[in-house]
């Protein structure tokens, strides 16, 4: 069974940091797209960032470009999202999720392409 768990989420002033977390298991790490995607109370769901199989090719959507970072470890199935300088803006639930299946170097932008998502974890930045 295919699992992708979250973690690192929490509550910070303004201005802090947070790294999320998120581990894949049951499935082959190798070729998937991951992505991080957040929804924030009363808003539909946003994808943030997007990291293909290599690492090579990124996203970030403009509301967080220059403050998060992606990354992703294949040994250890996991892709990271940093997040520094936050804002109350980015309060949400953040989610992991994966599309198995991607041809190299390209990423996939829409989020009814990814496959396996996970349970969320909550980021709370107060001002």
């Known amino acids: 069974q295919v699992q992708l768990v979250e973690s690192g989420g929490g509550s910070v002033q303004a201005g802090g940091s947070l790294r999320l977390s998120c581990a894949a298991s049951?499935?082959?790490?190798?070729?998937?797209?991951m992505g991080w995607f957040r929804q924030a109370p009363g808003k539909e769901r946003e994808k943030i960032a997007l990291?293909?199989?290599?690492?090579?090719?990124?996203y970030y959507a403009d509301s967080v470009k220059d403050r998060f970072i992606i990354s992703r470890d294949n040994a250890k199935n996991t892709v990271y999202l940093q997040m520094n300088s936050l804002k109350p803006e980015d309060t949400g639930v953040y989610y992991c999720a994966a599309a198995w299946k991607t041809p190299y170097g390209t990423l996939r932008f829409s989020s009814g392409q990814y496959d396996s998502w996970g349970q969320g974890t909550q980021v709370t930045v107060s001002s």
């Open positions: 049951g499935r082959a790490f190798s070729g998937s797209t």
């Open positions: 990291i293909n199989w290599s690492g090579a090719n990124t």
